[in-house]
């Protein structure tokens, strides 16, 4: 594994994130309110709404925990800890993930090669969709490390699952372990067979639990279709992600990573259980999944390397 001089918390911690539209100002916002970073730069081609957003996150900074937020430009990168990649066209009505393809396939790659002139050090967080695609462009554009450059993956759609399921069982969400894997997209895939509360099974009925599923599948297309796109969810989970970067948390999210054989599945990008701290992916998890979620996976697998080889 690559390794690198590892910070303390304590010491000054930059989080560059590149795009300033809805999803990246409100990633900047949700990382200012928690205080996750004593420095958050926001960079966009629109130089003119990039100031405005920075200068309505300063207004408010008297009622957050301290910290410097600027517009910023590519040198910013040199002394970053992480890199969140949010820019390109966004998904809009009926459209998925993978309808965006070659258009923000060409805007990563250059986004990439002008984010490691200034820094081969910082970890690559990647939120453009379709997120597994553009995770696998920016690891390759970049040359870094496998573990280095990692996407957000089904970390939202679990996210969805989970609240879906609490909703049901009337419990809080996060007493809840249950979460997709695979492409953060249709073809996702539920691992039933790990699904429970404090070790118990779920205590709802198999069609409640698809039923969960379903709705946490189409949640991006519902959002999208009421206000024309979705933040404040995704922007609550790269904060929290960046949180068990910076202060080398090592905790296990599902995020999309490469893949060199696990689970059967090599040279593709997609989302298993990952352990995550200061050097970006520690480890992927060997889980035990059932044959038809194996099955399921591979299949997702497939899908998200035939959108890659359409832009290769």
Excluded at 22 to 51: F, H, P, R, W
Excluded at 255 to 262: F, P
């Amino acid at each position: 594994m690559f390794q690198r001089k590892i910070k303390q918390p304590a010491e000054s911690t930059r989080v560059v994130v590149i795009g300033a539209g809805s999803v990246g100002a409100t990633c900047a916002y949700a990382m200012l309110v928690q205080g996750i970073a004593s420095e958050i730069v926001l960079i966009d081609v629109n130089k003119k709404k990039c100031q405005g957003e920075v200068l309505d996150l300063e207004h408010g900074i008297s009622f957050s925990p301290q910290a410097k937020v600027w517009a910023g430009s590519y040198k910013d990168c040199k002394d970053a800890d992480v890199v969140v990649i949010t820019a390109g066209i966004k998904q809009k009505t009926g459209q998925s993930r993978l309808d965006l393809v070659q258009t923000n396939s060409k805007i990563v790659g250059d986004i990439v090669r002008k984010v490691t002139k200034y820094t081969k050090q910082a970890v690559i967080l990647m939120v453009t969709n379709p997120l597994d695609v553009m995770t696998y462009v920016a690891l390759k554009e970049s040359k870094l490390p496998d573990n280095q450059v990692f996407g957000t993956g089904t970390t939202l759609d679990s996210s969805r699952f989970r609240y879906l399921l609490a909703k049901k069982m009337d419990i809080a969400p996060d007493s809840i372990g249950a979460y997709l894997l695979g492409e953060h997209g249709d073809s996702s895939v539920p691992i039933y067979s790990h699904a429970n509360v404090m070790g118990e099974e779920l205590k709802i009925s198999k069609r409640d639990i698809r039923r969960a599923y379903q709705g946490a599948r189409k949640a991006a297309y519902d959002v999208i279709c009421k206000k024309g796109s979705t933040f404040y969810a995704i922007a609550l989970a790269v904060a929290r992600i960046n949180r068990a970067i910076l202060y080398d948390e090592n905790h296990v999210f599902p995020v999309s990573v490469y893949l060199t054989g696990e689970q059967g599945i090599k040279d593709v990008c997609l989302s298993l259980p990952a352990i995550v701290g200061r050097t970006g992916i520690k480890k992927v998890l060997d889980i035990k999944l059932s044959a038809s979620e194996k099955k399921e996976l591979q299949k997702s697998a497939k899908i998200i390397k035939k959108t890659i080889n359409s832009i290769k």
